[in-house]
């Protein structure tokens, strides 16, 4: 199978027939083999019943249905986990990525060995209250996960089989697929620029939460990708330095006093008496107790039951 159309869905009745009919047409346009895989993340509209209804004349249709809202991350894994094409494309069920781009993005998949083809909607059709913090946002995860992509965010992005069936997709994770694919190995990574609808139906999902968790989100998914199988590289530099800079101003403090008696100059006052003290002592507390959260992950790590997590792209036996 050439394609495999995995789209969540969420209260979006009126505009999956449309979809549908628009996916078709394209595929069958250009000769391609597909399956659209629509999840209900737990409408509670009658998204689901729309669904059935297109399935019963379309076979290359298939559906999952959650009992209730767990979000995109979630249908996204349950999408890639079912899909059976040799390219995985998702995209928004709302109408606001156009089908149209899908011969494109198959073409940069399978001819030009892209692991992943992100979208980039550079001309948006949003209120300023989005494309604003959206710039931000984007240019924030450019800087910390070091890929070069304008629209993270953009839900039209296209994959190899090979990415989809070896990423766990969790939380809101959705926004990080290629940093998560690019920490697996995979780091042929590409950008389209892609048309932008304007919303036909209904009204948007998401709110402005969806940027401070995106950023909380990236921090985590940044600290578990390079530390999670080594917590000790962090957790005890960090605890050196913050012991070390404390250990330095504690012995300034005391050498300063011994001084003071042997020459007898004026002795300061006691080392407890100054602020310092308590800053370096703090320092060290700190320094500790970072060290003994590094070693009690690093035991962790240890006796996790998956203690390597590689891929293998390629074997050959002489």
Known sequence: MDVSLVIPVFNEQDSLPELEAWIAKVANQHQLSYEI?????????????????????????????FRRNYGKSAALNEGFAYSQGNVVITMDSD???????????????????????????KIRHDPISKTIPTKL???????????????????????????????EVYGE???????????????????????????????????????????????????????SKRPMHFFGTLGFISFFIGFIISAWLIGEKFYARYFNTSIPRDIVDKPLFYIALLLVIIGVVLFLAGFIGELISRNSTVKNDYLISDKINL
């Open 37 to 65: 895989i629509f999840i209900d993340d737990g409408s509670s509209d009658n998204s689901y019943n729309v669904i059935k209804t297109l399935a019963a004349n379309n076979k290359n249709i298939k559906a999952i249905r």
């Open 95 to 121: 109408l606001q990525d156009s089908p149209d781009e899908i011969p494109e993005l198959v073409k940069m998949i399978q001819e030009d060995g892209f692991d992943i083809i992100s979208g980039w909607k």
């Open 137 to 167: 946002f984007n240019w924030a995860t450019r800087k910390i996960s070091g890929i070069k992509l304008h629209d993270f965010n953009c839900g039209l992005k296209a994959y190899s089989s090979d990415v989809v069936k070896n990423i």
């Open 173 to 227: 994770m959705h926004r990080y697929i290629p940093v998560i694919a690019k920490w697996k190995g995979f780091t042929k990574i590409g950008e389209k620029i892609v048309h932008h609808q304007a919303r036909k139906y209904g009204t948007t999902k998401f709110g402005m939460e969806r940027f401070i968790n995106g950023l909380l989100d990236l921090m985590s998914i940044t600290f578990v990708s390079r530390f």
